[in-house]
């Protein structure tokens, strides 16, 4: 057949997972939590599914976890939203890029996407028949060189997509990088799609998020996921944030990609949300300790450590233990090595020349101590 998405193979995560269990190694790959969502959302869970929460639910999400969203939104960021317009719960936060790109961006237009770039967008821009403007991130800050998103900005121009905190660095934005971006888009029809699934995880300071910036909101979509938030990857639910106007856009394909989302786990949610609002006040905390836990454990090998400002990912650089490019590295650290991680070249146009991988720490300390055991010896 002919192919629509020549360059497209099978996705990088799937890949290292079964790696990971054909070589036994410890598995830093995928991005996922080794431990459990908290046992008062697994109980909520249980409870909408014997309440008889087992049917379709609300096209757009039910209205409980549309409040519960509203409220925490405008507690952090400073902006109040419509419940009934604004908020779509979608099937993760990988159909809300979907939806949003597949509602606004035509044949023929530009998406700008900063590489790495999380692996999901570049196909859903190629479907719609547009094209993907790749600009790489400076390294070792992985910051956006703003100038360079000035010269690459073109009539065609469709989309600016972010992502804060970034996957894989874990770097975040600026309220200084939003004005950067406000003034870019001003007086253009360019819409932000902002990736914010890891809005809870920051380490130094708050999440600056598009919502806070309130002329940027007017023209974004802010995409999240309970699955980062409540350890709960597999559940799949996430949700998107736009004006109406947007929204409305937002919804005609959301509508016919999946019509609405786990009716069981959104009831279970908005109940957890509201009883137990703490849980992501406290999540920097909780992951600033394995994070922290992490580096140590990894302080006597040879890899170098980059600075996590946000996230569940640690980048290593690996270049005085091998002179290979990410690729061979990292498969020759999960078959040799015992672990398995995440090389960055999938997430770039061009492969990035850095000697770096992606190691997950969202582990128990068991794991993280097996892994780290292992990638001492090298
Ligand atoms: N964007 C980024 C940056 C991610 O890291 C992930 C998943 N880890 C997603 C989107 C997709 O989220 P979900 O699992 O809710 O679809
Ligand atoms: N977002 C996860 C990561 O970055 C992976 C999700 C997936 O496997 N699609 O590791």
């Not at 406000?182 to 380490?203: F, N, P």
């Not at 020349?353 to 990638?375: I, N, P, V, W």
Request: aromatic content about 10%; charged content about 20%.
């Amino acid at each position: 057949i002919e192919t629509k998405l020549p360059k497209v193979g099978t996705t990088i995560f799937s890949v290292m997972s079964q790696l990971a269990v054909q070589h036994q190694a410890v598995n830093l790959g995928q991005g996922f939590p080794d431990f459990e969502p908290p046992p008062e959302l697994r109980d909520a869970l249980t409870r909408a599914m014997n309440a008889g929460k087992n049917q379709y639910a609300p096209m757009h999400g039910t209205a409980g976890l549309r409040e519960q969203i509203a409220l925490k939104t405008e507690r952090l960021y400073g902006r109040k939203l419509d419940v009934d317009t604004d908020i779509t719960v979608t099937s993760g936060a990988t159909e809300a890029i979907f939806a949003a790109i597949a509602a606004t961006v035509r044949a023929g237009e530009e998406v700008i996407v900063f590489d790495p770039a999380y692996d999901c967008y570049e196909p859903a821009i190629e479907l719609q028949g547009a094209r993907a403007v790749h600009i790489p991130l400076t390294v070792p800050a992985f910051a956006i060189d703003w100038q360079r998103v000035r010269d690459a900005v073109t009539p065609k121009t469709r989309m600016i997509l972010i992502n804060t905190p970034h996957n894989p660095s874990g770097a975040v934005l600026s309220a200084a990088d939003l004005d950067e971006l406000a003034a870019i888009v001003r007086d253009t029809g360019i819409v932000v799609l902002s990736d914010e699934v890891y809005e809870h995880i920051v380490y130094d300071g708050a999440h600056e998020s598009v919502l806070r910036h309130p002329e940027l909101a007017e023209r974004s979509i802010v995409v999240s996921s309970f699955g980062k938030t409540y350890h709960c990857t597999g559940w799949k639910v996430g949700y998107a944030v736009a004006p109406a106007a947007l929204s409305a856009e937002f919804r005609k394909v959301h509508q016919y990609l999946t019509f609405c989302t786990f009716h069981p786990a959104q009831v279970a949610f908005a109940e957890f949300m509201a009883s137990t609002p703490q849980h992501y006040l406290e999540l920097p905390a909780f992951y600033r300790a394995k994070r922290d836990r992490f580096r140590a454990l990894l302080a006597p090998s040879r890899f170098k450590l980059l600075d996590v400002p946000g996230g569940y990912f640690q980048l290593v650089d690996y270049s005085a233990i091998r002179d290979e490019d990410d690729l061979a590295f990292s498969r020759w650290l999960v078959e040799q090595g015992g672990v398995a991680t995440i090389p960055l070249t999938p997430f770039c146009e061009r492969p990035p020349g850095t000697r770096l991988l992606r190691l997950c720490f969202a582990k128990s300390d068991a794991t993280m101590e097996a892994a780290a055991e292992r990638l001492c010896r090298l």
